[in-house]
């Protein structure tokens, strides 16, 4: 029979607070350093036995010395054999998208929290993995060579890369490290989603390559887009690319001029596809708000128009300015659309609620006299997976909707 696990059975007892260990009970994974009673020396990144105040063994936790989330468990029970348990989580990530990742050959392989690894993200772009570590504990070189090992017995990468954010590791007080290659040799490759071409450059771009959250939405505009397409914030192309087959004509905004040379790149990629081989998209290096309030008061009409703007709201105290500004370019893009026409908008905000979005939404076709009907209210792609009891992991939102 299994032995109960006892505190003892780990080296380092971290106690929580009352508050802390309602939170756990509730099934949330975070501990704030305000929340820890004591942490008995605990060491960088160690693997804790966690507590109430009264003693009693609430299951094993990752411990940060130097993060405002000062544990994330990361199992119910001892944890004797931590690459193990790894191991069987890289394992378990990866068959749990087999049955509804299809139509690509890029995709989010672990989700930190979400497959219950947290602190690690691991995306894979056709034959090479991007992988970035968020905490001391996954920082660690016996994590890292777990971790690597089981995703190169997995999924066979011709080479692993690892993308660093100096803010993170500044955070948890690790020291710098340059992003790069950490197996193999190959930088560049080319993916696919739902049957478009785009360039991945390991090493460079924001986040770690493309905004692979977005997949199945960029599915869903297909659907409906069509006519005269605008994409503000295009960054490489995703939506306009995915658009242009069924539209007239495509134009993408950002203010990021590299951004515009890789779409520019993706663009000849896929000019078979395009049934008009003459059709070009056309690519605009510009702020996005001043774009849109030039052309609408200069007249200009589109049938389609993409709204994916970056996160204003970092914080919940930005939520005001966030949807203000949200409010500012969905009530100039709602303007522009002629009846008929589709407005696709997300917000990548945590902080902004949906019924936050949809309510901004509603102010702003009340005030451009539109109405505004919604076809589909959608989120992340289903490998970003969302963990019900842990509101963080749900951050996406995609509305489309129809204007008259
Ligand atoms: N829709 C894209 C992702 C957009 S990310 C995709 O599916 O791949 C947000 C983009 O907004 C980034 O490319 C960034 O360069 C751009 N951006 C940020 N501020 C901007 C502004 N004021 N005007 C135009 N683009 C902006």
């Given at each position: 029979m299994p032995r109960k696990p006892t505190a003892s059975d780990s080296s380092f007892i971290v106690k929580v607070s009352p508050r802390g260990a309602s939170r756990l009970k509730d099934g949330h994974v975070w501990v704030y350093r305000s929340d820890i009673v004591s942490a008995d020396g605990a060491t960088p990144g160690s693997v804790v036995a966690v507590t109430d105040h009264r003693g009693q063994f609430l299951g094993s936790a990752l411990y940060s010395s130097?993060?405002?989330?000062a544990i994330r468990m990361i199992s119910h029970d001892v944890v004797a054999d931590l690459p193990a348990l790894l191991r069987q989580r890289v394992a378990d990530a990866i068959s749990y998208r087999q049955p509804f990742v299809h139509d690509t050959n890029a995709y989010r392989v672990i989700f930190s929290e979400a497959d219950f690894l947290p602190g690690l993200i691991v995306d894979r772009y056709s034959d090479i993995l991007s992988l970035q570590i968020l905490t001391q504990a996954m920082d660690s070189e016996i994590v890292r060579s777990t971790v690597i090992a089981e995703l190169t017995e997995r999924l066979h990468p011709s080479s692993i890369v690892e993308r660093v954010d100096p803010r993170v590791r500044q955070l948890e007080e690790l020291p710098p490290r340059a992003s790069g290659l950490l197996q193999g040799e190959k930088t560049s490759t080319v993916f696919n989603m739902n049957a478009v071409q785009f360039k991945f450059e390991a090493l460079e771009g924001q986040k770690t390559g493309a905004f692979l959250d977005q997949r199945e939405n960029y599915a869903a505009a297909v659907q409906y887009a069509h006519g005269e397409a605008l994409d503000a914030f295009c960054y490489q192309g995703g939506f306009a690319l995915h658009v242009a087959p069924g539209c007239a004509q495509v134009c993408g905004v950002d203010s990021s001029r590299p951004a515009l040379e890789v779409a520019e790149q993706n663009a000849a990629l896929n000019h078979a596809q395009l049934k008009d081989k003459d059709k070009e998209i056309e690519w605009i290096e510009a702020n996005a708000f001043d774009l849109l309030k030039d052309y609408s008061s200069s007249g200009q009409r589109y049938d389609t128009i993409i709204l994916d703007p970056p996160a204003f709201a970092k914080s919940k105290r930005d939520l005001d300015a966030a949807l203000r500004g949200y409010k500012e370019l969905n009530l100039r893009a709602l303007k522009m659309l002629r009846p008929g026409g589709i407005l696709v908008t997300c917000s990548c905000s945590y902080h902004v609620s949906f019924s936050e979005f949809i309510g901004m939404l509603a102010d702003a076709a009340r005030d451009a006299r539109r109405n505004l009907r919604l076809i589909e209210a959608r989120g992340q792609a289903k490998d970003h997976p969302i963990l019900l009891n842990i509101p963080e992991t749900a951050y996406l939102k995609c509305v489309v909707a129809s204007v008259t």
């Open positions: 130097s993060s405002q989330i």
